[in-house]
């Protein structure tokens, strides 16, 4: 079973879905389920999701630090609006059981690593050294 999983991912995943329906209506087919791999299979869905939330955290918040680095700049609107479609999409993905995962110190050092060093010719406004945003405000939706 192994097999198929690593050579066609899809054939495996409909193969297993289908023996765990059977399992679950009372079939006995446990000497077929690729157990291992179904249970790294979950738990990956899981890591995804948190890790799909930290990157719209990141997006959310450098648009946020562009704003406070250049506020006069003409660009302002549009990451203003960039800002809280990825704020939208991150308070849609986030699941209460991820509040102790995300590290707001790990998404501000992020965020910040992924900043331009100027716009326009400008060198960006001091940033604070801490994030100054917290992360229910960057979930709260408009």
């Known amino acids: 079973m192994s097999d198929l999983y690593d050579e066609d991912i899809l054939s495996w995943s409909e193969r297993q879905a289908e023996l765990l329906r059977r399992l679950a209506a009372g079939e006995q087919v446990n000497d077929q389920v690729d157990w291992a791999n179904v249970v790294e299979e979950v738990e990956s869905v899981g890591r995804s999701e948190l890790h799909r939330t930290e990157s719209l955290l990141t997006q959310a918040l450098r648009h946020r630090l562009k704003i406070m680095a ?21 308070a849609r993905a986030f699941q209460e059981s991820m509040r102790q995962r995300l590290d ?39």
């Open 70 to 90: 250049w506020p006069n700049s003409p660009e302002v609107p549009h990451w203003q609006e960039e800002a809280t479609l990825f704020e939208l999409d991150a």
């Open 104 to 142: 707001m110190v790990l998404i501000y050092r992020r965020a910040r690593h992924r900043f331009p060093r100027q716009i326009d010719g400008q060198a960006p406004l001091p940033l604070p050294e801490t994030c100054p945003i917290t992360l229910d405000e960057l979930l709260t939706e408009p």
